[in-house]
Each structure stands twice: as structure tokens, then as C-alpha cells.
């Protein structure tokens, strides 16, 4: 993407982007029809091409004619000329040279100054070939010379196939997508307005599930760009007249692909249309017929100290906290297992549990003061329905310097009485590196630094659980469903009861670089694991936009709703109980 690497100050600042307004709006024009139009009198319409565009982009990943300065004739297939826009067009030849190794496509890199073209244009270009970042264009464009209109068809492509790693003989090419393509992930979409959809549904994490690979999952994403260089823009794509969700659908993308910063992109040259596959969920899903409901939810850093992890400002705050009260009173939950809550004695658990009394009534709920919360800014917390279950004998924790966030234990009973049972609250160590080393540090194997710590974590945890009785280990457990420290907790007999309950598609609580997965875990020990009678995740956070969130900054004012969705990134987990 020429123009957007000169305008940004980094390349990393800009890793791609997504369908703009201009384009839902039908800003692009349709390709013209054949016809005889007359050439602008000042065109050079009688000087032959000196190459084929075909030559120009070669057999290889680069140009074999850089540096010489060309002209090559083709039809205007994507016109991005505007300054905020790519600064150019693209143009593809009519007639194939048979040759499949070779695009028949080009971008100039030409504003309005040189000559203002259009979709369906056949144009001569005189400029020098070069190869910018990855991409062959004609840059410092000499001269565009209109010279009547003509067509070029699409050429359609199944993304599905499975060879999509290797895409630079349909570089700048007008290129059809005629299967369904998944939304699977939009965290730029609010600054950059970028999608990027795959196909055979959404990408999962390798190391969450059998049978998906990082390769496989690179063959099936495709990157759907705005052809636009403006950060932060005024009208988000997508949003209007409801906000695009992972796993939402498009059938029959079609643009121009090129190729910037490291990744093959698709400009459209024709309306986007997502369809509503993945609708919001109004509420969790059934658990059976329990008489205790248990949730985990990470908070995204609830803080009552401003400027730190959490809100900047104190109407950051306040939207946090009406969010965070939402998806808690949609929960509906009588014990719930919280991350990343600000460890400052009782006063952050304090403020979101009067909150949510205020919501649902005087003394709904109240917590458990943590008995050693850790030196870590975040740690874990419980709160609970003292009308519904009540705390058996002391809170307990872990002393093990393994962990930053040390795990919270508390043992309840119904108050209509019955067996008891322990929520074992945990928030293990984050994949980011930082000064991880030996074991610790990343080993290639897809679970990230730190991964023997978390390890550590998940057997002290196991330790832990053997010693209460009926344990129900639940959080954030930084770790994917096919990862170690999750292992360990199976081999020490606590089964996973979201694969038991959810079906695999649907068993996901974030989504990372386009995949998503399981992080947010709940696990029962044997003898507790007879009395779930169903869990649930649900999908109030992972799948929503994070232009949705609490933040002001960037975030579109109209955007911002007190509801539930985009509360956290990540999805609170529901588990039902049936408790004698």
C-alpha cells in the first residue's frame, strides 16, 4: 500500500485496512461497457506500449525492470487517486500473456495532478517501475494518456482452495471471491477500517483445538482494505445500521488484491455487504435445571484509580462501570470468579458491587476479601448472592511465589443447605515475554512465553483443588485448550465442562490475531463434575468491534452504548450447578 507507507511513520503503525463509507456508499464506479469514447485532445494515444504489464511485474516476487521507466497500456480497474485515499489507480490488461506465473496487473502511483482516470478507462502510463515494499507499481508517473474505455472480468478465485500464501500472480489484479468469506477479525476497524475475512468459517488458535494449523489458517485469511490513508475516521465501515461481529458473513467480495506490509490485500471495487450470521446473544445460554449459576469474568481492568491500567478519566469510569454492571446483571450469576480488578485492598470490588447492588437491588450481592492478593497491580476476586449461597469457613489462597496473582479459594453452601462446594479463582501468567528466559521463553511451539510458569501455576492449583471439597477451578487461565498448564489440569482430574456443554464452534472467549479461542476455562473435579447440569460462554465481547468499548479516545461518541457488548475482551462463562 504505497501511499499509506509514505503518510505513516512506521510500517508496523499500519499492518492494514478495511471496506470505508465511500465504499458501502458506492462511492467506486462500476466498470464501463466497451465503446468508442474519444480520447482527452491533448492524449498521447499514437505511442505504442513499450511493455506489457505482464513484463513489468515479471515471474517473480519483484519487478525484473526496476528502475526503467515504462509505458504499458491497460483498463482502469480501481481508481484510488484521492489524497486520502492511495494516491493512485490500478490498471490491468485486457489480454492475458497465457503465462500463469505472471500478473496482468499494475498500481500507478499518480494523484489527480497527472490525470484524472476512472473505472473502465484505457489508459497508457508512462512512469518507472520499482518495487515498494513489496509491491511492483509505477512510480513518479510521467504521464497518463485516456485513450478510450474497455472492460476486464474478474478473475474469481476460491480463497478455500488453500494455496493462498502464495497470491503474486494475481498482484493488482481485479480478483472475485465467490464463496462465503467469515469475518474473523476487526481490531483495526476503528482506526484503520480494516477486516479481514477466511474462508471455511472462522480461524481458530492452533494450540486451542485439534486438527488447525498456523499454516492452514494463513492460507484461508484474506485482508479487505479501504484503499484510505485517514487514522481514526469520522464514519467507521460496518457500523451502521448495526456494528459488524466476528463470524458475520460476505458472499461474492470483489476488488482489486494487492500486497503491503507484509500481507495480500483486497481494495473493493464494489459494495460490501456483510450478512447478520452471528447476532448478538440478548443473554447466556440455558445451563439446565441448576439452583446455583457460577460465571469467570475478566473485567479488562476495572480500576478506581485513574490513568492507570483501566479508564483515563472519570467518564471512561463511569462507562466502564455501567458496561461491567450490564453484562454482571445479564449474568445473573449467584457466584462470579473476577480477573484483572484492581488490587487495592477492598476498594475496586467495593465500587463495582455497589454498583451492581444499585442495579439490582440493596445487598444482592457482596464479596470475598481476598486473603493474599498478591503485589501484582490486578488480582483476582469473588462475589456472590448472600441470598442465594454463603461462605464456608475462610477464604485460602496459594503461597507459592510462582504466583503474581496468587488464586483465591472459597468453599459455599446453598442457604437452603446442601452439599458444598469451592470456586477456585485464577488469573494465570500472560503470554507477553517481557524478561522471560530459558523454559520460560517463547520455545516455538505456539503457547507463548512463559507457558512453564503457567505450568507451575496449574499443578499448585491442582494441589490446591485436592484439598477442598467439590472444586471448580474457573478464570483466565492464559492458556489455549490444547496448551500444558490446561493439560495438567485435566491429568489432576478436573474436566473441562465447556467442551462437555458447548459445542466447538461456538467454544471460544477472545480472539487474538484473527483466531479465536478458549482462555477463559471452567473445570470441575469428579465428584462435582455429576452435578453441572450446563455451561454456556457468552459471546457479549470477543466477537464486538473494541471502537465499542468504554474508551473515548478514537472511539466514535455515537458508538458507545450501556449495554453488556464489548464490556471486556474478553467472554464471561456461565456453568449451572445442582446442589443437594
Known amino acids: 500500500m504505497p501511499t499509506l507507507a509514505r503518510m505513516l511513520e512506521t510500517p508496523t503503525a499500519r499492518a492494514a485496512a478495511a471496506v470505508s463509507a465511500a465504499l458501502l456508499a458506492g462511492g467506486l464506479v462500476a466498470l464501463g461497457a466497451p465503446g468508442a469514447q474519444a480520447a482527452p485532445g491533448d492524449a498521447d494515444c499514437t505511442t505504442p506500449a513499450d511493455h506489457k504489464i505482464s513484463q513489468v511485474q515479471g515471474s517473480g516476487d519483484s519487478t525484473p525492470l526496476a528502475g526503467a521507466t515504462v509505458r504499458v497500456e491497460g483498463v482502469v480497474t480501481g481508481d484510488f487517486q484521492r489524497g486520502d485515499q492511495l494516491g493512485g489507480f490500478y490498471l490491468q490488461d485486457p489480454v492475458p500473456d497465457g503465462d500463469p506465473a505472471t500478473s496482468e496487473g499494475l498500481f500507478a502511483y ?8 476512472k473505472v473502465g478507462d484505457r ?3 508512462t512512469g518507472r517501475a520499482v518495487e515498494y515494499n513489496g509491491l511492483t507499481e509505477l512510480s513518479s508517473v510521467a504521464s497518463v ?10 478473475t474469481a478465485y476460491d480463497l478455500a482452495r488453500g494455496d493462498g500464501t502464495r497470491l503474486e500472480h494475481l498482484e493488482n489484479m481485479l480478483v472475485t471471491f465467490p464463496g462465503r468469506l467469515t469475518a474473523t477479525e476487526h481490531y483495526q476497524l476503528g482506526r484503520y477500517g480494516e477486516v479481514a475475512v477466511s ?4 480461524l481458530y488458535q492452533p494450540t486451542d483445538r485439534p486438527g488447525v494449523t ?3 489458517n494463513d492460507r484461508r485469511r484474506l485482508l479487505v482494505d479501504d484503499g484510505s490513508n485517514v487514522q481514526n475516521p469520522a464514519t467507521v465501515p460496518f457500523t451502521s445500521p448495526q456494528a459488524l461481529r466476528l463470524g458475520d458473513t460476505v458472499s461474492g467480495l470483489t476488488g482489486v488484491l494487492t500486497y503491503g506490509f507484509g500481507t495480500y490485500r483486497l481494495q473493493p471495487t464494489r459494495p460490501v ?9 440478548a443473554a447466556p445460554g440455558p445451563v439446565g435445571a441448576a439452583n446455583v449459576k457460577v460465571a469467570s469474568f475478566n473485567t479488562l481492568n476495572w480500576f478506581t484509580t485513574l490513568g492507570q491500567r483501566g479508564a483515563g478519566t472519570a467518564q471512561e469510569q463511569e462507562r466502564q462501570l455501567a458496561k461491567l454492571v450490564a453484562a454482571l446483571k445479564g449474568l445473573d450469576a449467584d457466584v462470579v470468579g473476577l480477573m484483572e480488578v484492581e488490587n487495592n485492598g477492598d476498594t475496586a470490588v467495593k465500587a463495582l458491587v455497589d454498583r451492581l447492588n444499585a442495579a439490582v437491588g440493596a445487598g444482592t450481592y457482596s464479596w470475598v476479601r481476598h ?3 498478591g503485589t501484582d497491580a490486578i488480582h483476582v476476586a469473588l462475589i456472590y448472592r448472600p441470598a442465594k449461597v454463603r461462605p464456608v469457613g475462610k477464604p485460602v489462597s496459594v503461597q507459592d511465589e510462582v504466583f503474581e496473582r496468587p488464586p483465591l479459594a472459597q468453599t459455599f453452601r446453598r442457604v437452603r443447605g446442601g452439599e458444598p462446594f469451592t470456586v477456585i479463582v485464577n488469573h494465570f501468567k500472560s503470554k507477553s515475554c517481557g524478561e522471560a528466559t530459558g523454559p520460560d521463553a517463547d520455545q516455538g511451539d505456539g503457547q507463548g512465553c512463559w507457558n512453564a510458569r503457567r505450568v507451575r501455576q496449574a499443578k499448585a492449583v491442582a494441589a490446591l483443588a485436592r484439598t477442598v471439597p467439590h472444586p471448580l477451578v474457573i478464570g483466565d487461565l492464559n492458556s489455549y485448550g490444547a496448551e500444558d498448564p490446561v493439560k495438567t489440569l485435566r491429568a489432576a482430574g478436573l474436566a473441562s465442562q465447556t467442551e462437555r456443554f458447548v459445542p466447538a464452534a461456538r467454544r471460544y472467549s477472545y480472539v487474538y490475531d484473527g483466531q479465536a479461542g478458549e482462555l477463559d476455562h471452567v473445570l470441575a473435579g469428579r465428584s462435582l463434575a455429576r452435578r453441572v447440569t450446563g455451561a454456556t460462554i457468552w459471546h457479549i465481547n470477543s466477537d464486538e468491534a473494541t471502537i465499542l468499548d468504554y474508551n473515548t479516545e ?9 449495554d453488556a457488548f464489548r464490556s471486556s475482551d474478553h467472554d464471561p462463562v456461565l456453568i449451572g450447578l445442582r446442589m443437594h
Open 110 to 117: 499518480a494523484g489527480t495532478s497527472v490525470a484524472d482516470v
Open 123 to 125: 489508459v497508457f502510463v
Open 145 to 154: 494518456d485516456v485513450c478510450g474505455t474497455g472492460t476486464v472480468a474478474p
Open 199 to 202: 474462508a471455511g468459517g472462522r
Open 214 to 216: 498456523q499454516a492452514g
Open 273 to 281: 455487504a456483510f450478512r447478520r450470521d452471528n447476532p448478538r446473544p
Open 371 to 373: 486473603p493474599d492478593p
Open 554 to 562: 478514537y472511539n466514535p461518541p455515537s458508538l458507545y452504548r450501556p
